[in-house]
Structures are given as C-alpha cells and as structure tokens.
C-alpha cells in the first residue's frame, strides 16, 4: 500500500472517530438545551425523538468502529456508512415516532388511546424517546418493517386487478386502446 492511501486512510479513521464523538457531544446537549425553552410540547418532543434516534445511530457506530478497531479488521472504505449513518438513524426516528403516534404501527401491549391523548406526558416522552433510540440503533431492522407496512398497504394481492391507473384495454385519454398503440 502507498504511502498516500495509507494516510488517507488513517484521515478518514480519525475524522469518523472525531464525528461521532462530536455528533454524540451535540445531540445529547441539544437534547438537554431543549429542556430549558420554550418550545411548544410537540417541537419539544419531535426535538427528543430526533436527538433519542441520532444517539441510538451513533452508539451503534461506535459500537462497530470500536469492535472493528479491537478485531483489526476496520475498513476506512466504511467512511460514507459512517458519515450518513447518524442522520438515516434521526430520519428513521422520526418517521417511527409519527407511524406509531399516527395509528399506523402499533406495538404489542401498549394502549395507544392514551398516546394520542396526551402525546405530551413525562411517560410519553420517554416512550417515544426510547423508541427512536431503538430505531436509529437498529435501523435495517426497522428499514424492514416500513417494507412489510408498504407491501400491505400498496403491493396488489394476487389474483385482484390493479386498484389504480387506467383499465385494461384503456389507454387512460377515455378512449379505448387500439392495435397500433
């Protein structure tokens, strides 16, 4: 290996490992500095939930960089998982925050009337805080649950004719195809 890409190499280690503390070091202050405004509830909560969900992307990756580095096995090639990891977790958190609030995703043994209800009590806050911990943590996991919740709601059932679009025999102008099309 040149002496180039090995230095490379060694800038992209350093600044993951920078990022991510420096990530970790924001959201987690952010996430206190929202305590003290005056926000409305729900600015504050959505605030929560992103920072819970950033945090639970960015333990992750130091879990992983830490492990890699203890294995000797870390590959800098890894620098753009890295670098978008944080924010696909933020994302995803709030996007599990509004299925679950919305009614959309449910989970097993949690009344869901007293969410909507009260969508700002202190144990609320932390419900939804723990959930976008666990979603920016394991975000293939959750990744893979928005496709189950999409191939229900859009995918056609076999056997059934298309729900939208135009009609078989249709060109979708109201007048019926012809051969030439």
Not at 75 to 102: C, D, N, Q, S
Not at 147 to 176: C, D, M, R, Y
Request: aromatic share 18%; net charge positive; glycine share 8%.
């Amino acid at each position: 290996m040149d002496q180039n890409l090995k230095k490379r190499e060694e800038m992209k280690d350093n600044f993951i490992a920078v990022y991510t503390m420096l990530l970790t070091i924001f959201f987690a202050t952010f996430a206190i500095f929202t305590y003290y405004q005056n926000y409305d509830n729900i600015v504050k909560l959505l605030i929560y939930v992103s920072c819970s969900g950033a945090l639970g992307g960015l333990v992750y990756s130091i879990f992983g960089y830490t492990n890699h580095h203890k294995q000797k096995n870390f590959k800098p090639e890894y620098f753009w998982w890295y670098f978008f990891r944080p924010i696909i977790a933020t994302i995803l958190a709030v996007a599990a925050f509004f299925f679950v609030a919305g009614g959309l995703m449910t989970l097993s043994g949690i009344e869901t009337e007293p969410l909507a209800t009260k969508i700002y009590s202190q144990k609320t806050v932390m419900f939804y805080s723990a959930l976008a911990f666990l979603t920016g943590y394991s975000t293939n996991s959750f990744i893979k649950k928005i496709n189950e919740i999409a191939g229900v709601l859009f995918e056609k059932p076999e056997g059934k004719p298309p729900s939208g679009g135009t009609p078989e025999g249709n060109s979708g102008t109201g007048a019926p195809k012809t051969d030439g099309e």
